[in-house]
C-alpha cells in the first residue's frame, strides 16, 4: 500500500486543521490505520490509531478531546481533525498502515507516508 499524507501547515494556537491520508491501494479494509508525528530532535510518537472498520479509536494522552481519527473506507482516505492546536503540537505527521490488528508502536509499521508539516504559531 502507497500512502500519500496532506493537509499541514501553518496555524495559529488554538486554530484547527484537517489532515488526510490517501491510500493506494485494492484493500484499504486490510489495513488498521495510525498518525504519528515528530518533532524536531524527538522521536517519531503515537497520536492516534483507527481499527479497519473505523469501530474502535486510540489516542495518546496529548491529543485525547482535541483530536479526531476517522476513515472514509468508501474514499481509500484516513482522516485526523485537530482542533484547539497548541504550539507543542508542532511536527511532521505522518499516517502509517498495518495489516489487520491496531498498534500504536512505531516500529510494527511496514508502511508509512511521507509526512505533512503542522507548524502552530502566532
Known amino acids: 500500500v502507497q500512502l500519500q499524507a496532506s493537509g499541514g501547515g501553518l496555524v495559529q494556537p488554538g486554530g484547527s486543521l484537517r489532515l488526510s491520508c490517501a491510500a493506494s491501494?485494492?484493500?484499504?479494509?486490510?489495513?488498521?490505520m495510525d498518525w504519528f508525528r515528530q518533532a524536531p530532535g524527538k522521536e517519531r510518537e503515537f497520536v492516534a490509531a483507527?481499527?479497519?472498520?473505523?469501530?474502535?479509536?486510540y489516542y495518546s494522552d496529548s491529543v485525547k478531546g482535541r483530536f479526531t481519527i476517522s476513515r472514509d473506507n468508501a474514499k481509500n482516505t484516513l482522516y485526523l481533525e485537530m482542533n484547539s492546536l497548541k504550539p507543542e503540537d508542532t511536527a511532521v505527521y505522518y499516517c502509517?498502515?498495518?495489516?489487520?490488528?491496531?498498534?500504536?508502536?512505531?516500529?510494527?509499521?511496514?508502511?508509512w507516508g511521507q509526512g505533512t508539516q503542522v507548524t502552530v504559531s502566532s
Open positions: 502509517a498502515a498495518n495489516v489487520d490488528r491496531v498498534e500504536t508502536s512505531a516500529s510494527r509499521f511496514d508502511y
Open positions: 491501494t485494492r484493500s484499504f479494509t486490510t489495513y488498521a
Open positions: 483507527i481499527s479497519r472498520f473505523g469501530g474502535t479509536t
